[in-house]
């Protein structure tokens, strides 16, 4: 089954995305580009799963199969695949329990990278630059709510930043993006909210906190209570659409088992959930047990923390003329998605797709290359009601 075409079908004609929603969906593509952003106050008519389908799709992107791995950028050379599983596992190990409070909160930044080619010499920057604030108090009825608000773009590395300056430093950078050309710029946008939820709170990934606390510890029970076949179906959302039901319905039942599927969903409630350290250790160790994810060494996330990464190789991703995507960003190239952990706490630290085969926009990048990113800024519980910070994070 064509795994977009089922996203269309079951999720019908969507809703607005939240700022949260728009930011998963980047995260759930796991590579592809994200859609076209216009603005925070004026979003995409399109839900996750519809946003998560036409980001490869917009630009006339096709899938064609699996990616070939190397190793990436900013990533010590791992002695072995064992090693590295022991390191993640180690900081499975020490996976710390976070102190109590009312309200968890997450801030997370995310930003997608571009290439610039004046005549002085291509270089990259980070644009579609976001942070994420999101709130929730630790019972229902206690209330919930998120902020968004761009942040500057900036050069990707050191040797970017020289060739920007070479270029003249300029403050507005036009690229192409998806299926049209766009400006990025070093501005900050005030934190803009969503309407807030007076009666939210107490859920995170559709569990309440006491659901959380009573989660298998052991990577079989897990599996079986949140990724298995007879799990998905029990969490499927109520309100699809019928005939997107019975589609992903069929999807399920084709594929019982999922790794792409467990990759991304452990990932998730890693990133967001305020889980028990014996439930992280349990994730953990599912993900470092799944086909095809290998262990990396140490990597480096965008605010420059180090720790022990899993990886995933993506589908081959291809751009195509289809949606006017001029010549230099026509072609294709490999991917992989990492996942960085805090090597004392276990805490999953940062999400980022980084390129392992160059071809297409990033023809001239090396293997390593962060094409997007979403790290965790910073996350836990508070007893005060969450306020989204003033500071930059860069």
């Known amino acids: 089954m064509d795994e977009l075409e089922t996203i269309r079908e079951a999720y019908g004609e969507p809703a607005p995305p939240t700022l949260r929603e728009t930011t998963e969906a980047r995260a759930r593509v796991l590579g592809k580009r994200p859609p076209r952003r216009s603005g925070l106050g004026r979003r995409l008519k399109a839900g996750i799963g519809v946003a998560a389908a036409g980001a490869a799709v917009a630009v006339g992107i096709t899938v064609t199969g699996s990616g070939s791995p190397a190793p990436p950028s900013r990533t010590s050379p791992a002695p072995s695949v064992d090693l590295g599983r022991q390191a993640v596992l180690a900081a499975a190990g020490r996976a710390a329990a976070q102190p109590g409070g009312r309200y968890w909160y997450s801030d997370s930044v995310g930003g997608q990278s571009y290439l610039v080619r004046p005549k002085t010499g291509a270089y990259a920057i980070v644009g579609a630059h976001t942070e994420f604030y999101s709130w929730a108090g630790a019972k229902p009825g206690m209330g919930a709510g998120s902020y968004g608000r761009d942040i500057p773009s900036r050069p990707l590395t050191k040797e970017d930043a020289e060739l920007w300056k070479k ?36 859920r995170w990934r559709g569990m309440t906190a006491e659901q959380l606390q009573d989660l298998p510890t052991d990577p079989e029970g897990l599996t079986r209570e ?69 262990a990396i060494g140490t990597a480096t996330d965008a605010l420059g923390r180090t720790g022990p990464a899993l990886a995933r190789t993506m589908e081959t991703t291809r751009v195509t003329a289809e949606d006017g995507a001029p010549a230099a960003e026509r072609g294709d190239y490999d991917s992989r998605q990492e996942l960085v952990f805090d090597r004392r706490t276990g805490r999953l630290i940062a999400s980022q797709n980084v390129l392992t085969r160059p071809g297409g926009p990033y023809r001239d990048r090396r293997p390593g290359f962060v094409i997007n990113y979403e790290a965790v800024r910073d996350a836990g519980w508070t007893d005060a009601k969450p306020v989204p910070p003033a500071r930059l994070p860069f």
């Open 167 to 202: 270029d003249g430093s300029p403050s507005r950078f036009r690229v192409w993006s998806n299926d049209h050309y766009g400006t990025y710029g070093l501005g900050t946008s005030k934190w803009e909210m969503d309407p807030p939820s007076p009666e939210g709170g107490g």
């Open 226 to 294: 949140l990724f298995s076949a007879e799990a998905r179906l029990k969490h499927m959302d109520p309100h699809l659409p019928a005939a997107g039901r019975r589609n992903l319905e069929e999807g399920i039942k084709e594929r019982p088992v999922d790794p792409a599927y467990t990759f991304v969903a452990a990932g998730e409630l890693l990133r967001d959930a305020p889980i028990p350290p014996g439930v992280r250790a349990g994730l953990m160790r599912v993900l470092t047990a799944l086909p095809g994810v290998t």
